[in-house]
């Protein structure tokens, strides 16, 4: 079912035609940073220009290395347009992290900011022996947004050739990275989104993204806003203040937060002092949300809310918008929406075979968005990419409507009780945080000396509440059975969370591991 790659940087001639019709309309803001069209349409000329004097030809793996620069999205166009392949570098992944990466994607040179990585950057160019390309003055090689010199021949778009990709450093909560790789049609297919978006007249959008380009979703949500014509703004770290403050001053009619994000707005003592009547579309992804906050949510917001759904192997599976509480579904809220684009969504049993609406098994996708696979890694690619269709190790089911429930993954699910009853973090973790005193919750299977495994819950309470395990655990009894309720609970200030925002589950196993050896239960 997989397509052909794209061949050639097609889709970014197609761009900066694009770019050179939307003209003088604002492109992009960061901080106090503000580009057109016309303006951002040069930056990636040049900067492909100068690449291409510093002598960087098609094919070449190109790892980047970058903080927040302004010109991030026009980086990423220019060294497509030579026919490279981008590999991202994750600012928030460890020495060991980069290391292990590096060594799989093996590039061939580095671009990376002056301001941000240059000891890290020169200690990368060192080691590998590859050239440098920079952004900014006075690192280990040529900086790619200098001025052209007078008389300089600009880049000429008709001797665009290669075949461009990008490989981005995964963001798991389980292990280490992986290196995984799109193809040029992963942006063919953001383009066409984007055409869609248009001739469906939906408004220009003022979009607010505080999600990296190092993350394929901070890719895809970047070029689709860019796409349309609209402006993206770009905030370098979120601040729950800062960004209720830049959503009023902007005007931002569109922005993409994480859940736990979503319950730090809703929980902030100035929200109700902040204009957000101009948002259009409140979306909330890379986690699955609560319904109690998402029902808040819409009560604050209005029919603004959408839930998304996607991977970094499949960045756009499904869409809620307008996310409303059905008196006649009172369970959709806790959908995140049918298949969204051109996406094909199959629920699958163990033994790959298609299962009818309503019963729980692994989702598997198939779209022009899917991943190439992961690089040096012909074993996991071939797991998780058959014939097309990516298996995405989320468990759910799909109603009679064709909307989506995720139960959990399938790697987190929790066998317990003589009965072996499988059980999943994502149920309970609902059922918790219906309590009124509880503001976010996070599960994890442990050992247990009688049930062999058992659910662990850390919880986090409203400032200065105080709430008993037993009274927590029988609320997950009522809402479920008595086999789902945690054995156990740790009251903890805030989650820790990946880069991308997900709770970190890998550090709460660690902390749990790093603090007991097994559950010790006075009550079972």
């Known amino acids: 079912?997989?397509?052909?790659?794209?061949?050639?940087?097609?889709?970014?001639?197609?761009?900066?035609?694009?770019?050179?019709?939307?003209?003088?309309?604002?492109?992009?803001?960061?901080?106090?940073?503000?580009?057109?069209?016309?303006?951002?349409?040069?930056?990636?000329?040049?900067?492909?220009?100068?690449?291409?004097?510093?002598?960087?030809?098609?094919?070449?793996?190109?790892?980047?290395?970058?903080?927040?620069?302004p010109q991030a999205p026009m980086i990423q166009l220019a060294l497509h347009l030579l026919g490279c392949r981008t590999a991202w570098v994750s600012?928030?992944?460890?020495?060991?992290?980069?290391?292990?990466?590096?060594?799989?994607?093996?590039?061939?040179?580095?671009?990376?900011?002056?301001?941000?990585?240059?000891?890290?950057?020169?200690?990368?160019?060192?080691?590998?022996?590859?050239?440098?390309?920079?952004?900014?003055?006075?690192?280990?090689?040529?900086?790619?947004?200098?001025?052209?010199?007078?008389?300089s021949a600009p880049f000429d778009v008709d001797t665009a050739t290669g075949t461009p990709e990008s490989v981005f450093q995964t963001s798991g909560t389980t292990g280490v990275p992986k290196a995984l790789r799109h193809?040029?049609?992963?942006?063919?297919?953001?383009?066409?989104?984007?055409?869609?978006?248009?001739?469906?007249?939906?408004?220009?959008?003022r979009h607010l993204t505080v999600t990296p380009m190092w993350f394929v979703a901070g890719q895809t949500s970047a070029f689709l806003y860019l796409f349309t014509g609209g402006t993206l703004l770009v905030m370098r770290f979120f601040r729950t203040a800062d960004f209720l403050e830049l959503l009023a001053r902007e005007k931002v009619n569109s922005t993409f937060i994480t859940p736990l994000m979503l319950y730090e707005l809703l929980d902030h003592a100035d929200i109700d002092k902040h204009d957000l009547s101009a948002m259009d579309v409140l979306s909330v992804g890379t986690a699955a949300a609560n319904p109690v906050?998402?029902?808040?949510?819409?009560?604050?917001?209005?029919?603004?809310?959408?839930?998304?759904?996607?991977?970094s192997e499949s960045p756009f599976i499904s869409a809620f918008p307008g996310v409303d509480d059905d008196p006649r579904r009172q369970d959709r809220i806790g959908s995140c929406g049918p298949a969204y684009g051109d996406v094909q969504l199959q629920i699958r049993g163990e033994d790959?075979?298609?299962?009818?609406?309503?019963?729980?098994?692994?989702?598997?996708?198939?779209?022009?968005?899917?991943?190439?696979?992961?690089?040096?890694?012909?074993?996991?690619?071939?797991?998780?990419l058959v014939d097309g269709w990516v298996r995405t190790g989320d468990l759910g089911y799909v109603d009679d409507e064709g909307y989506i429930y995720l139960t959990g993954r399938a790697s987190d699910v929790i066998i317990t009780t003589y009965g072996s009853y499988h059980i999943f973090p994502r149920a309970i973790e609902d059922a918790l945080t219906t309590h009124p005193q509880v503001r976010a919750a996070?599960?994890?299977?442990?050992?247990?000396?009688?049930?062999?495994?058992?659910?662990?819950?850390?919880?986090?309470?409203?400032?200065?509440?105080?709430?008993?395990?037993?009274?927590?655990?029988?609320?997950?009894?009522?809402?479920?059975?008595?086999?789902?309720?945690?054995?156990?609970?740790?009251?903890?200030?805030?989650?820790?969370?990946?880069?991308?925002?997900?709770?970190?589950?890998?550090?709460?196993?660690?902390?749990?591991?790093?603090?007991?050896?097994?559950?010790?239960?006075?009550?079972?």
């Open 1 to 69: 079912m997989n397509s052909q790659a794209a061949s050639g940087p097609g889709y970014v001639l197609r761009a900066l035609e694009l770019f050179a019709d939307y003209g003088d309309r604002e492109a992009l803001v960061v901080g106090e940073t503000r580009f057109t069209y016309t303006e951002l349409r040069a930056a990636v000329l040049d900067i492909a220009a100068n690449l291409a004097d510093s002598g960087l030809r098609p094919g070449t793996t190109v790892a980047v290395m970058l903080g927040y620069p």
């Open 91 to 151: 600012n928030a992944g460890s020495p060991t992290e980069l290391a292990a990466y590096l060594d799989q994607v093996r590039p061939e040179a580095l671009l990376y900011e002056v301001a941000v990585h240059e000891q890290r950057g020169r200690d990368i160019v060192d080691r590998l022996g590859i050239p440098a390309f920079c952004v900014g003055p006075g690192g280990a090689g040529p900086d790619v947004l200098a001025p052209r010199a007078a008389g």
């Open 183 to 205: 193809t040029a049609n992963l942006y063919e297919q953001v383009l066409t989104l984007a055409e869609q978006i248009v001739a469906a007249g939906e408004p220009r959008y």
């Open 442 to 524: 996070a599960v994890i299977g442990v050992p247990h000396p009688v049930h062999g495994e058992a659910a662990h819950a850390y919880v986090v309470l409203t400032d200065g509440a105080t709430v008993p395990e037993q009274e927590l655990a029988d609320l997950v009894t009522g809402k479920l059975t008595w086999a789902w309720a945690p054995r156990s609970f740790d009251f903890v200030d805030d989650l820790p969370r990946t880069g991308s925002g997900k709770t970190n589950t890998r550090q709460l196993r660690e902390k749990y591991a790093a603090e007991r050896v097994l559950v010790e239960s006075t009550t079972d």
């Open 293 to 311: 906050r998402l029902r808040q949510a819409v009560d604050r917001f209005g029919p603004v809310v959408r839930i998304t759904y996607g991977l």
């Open 352 to 384: 790959g075979t298609v299962l009818p609406a309503g019963r729980t098994g692994e989702l598997w996708v198939a779209s022009k968005l899917n991943f190439a696979g992961y690089v040096a890694r012909p074993e996991q690619t071939a797991e998780t």
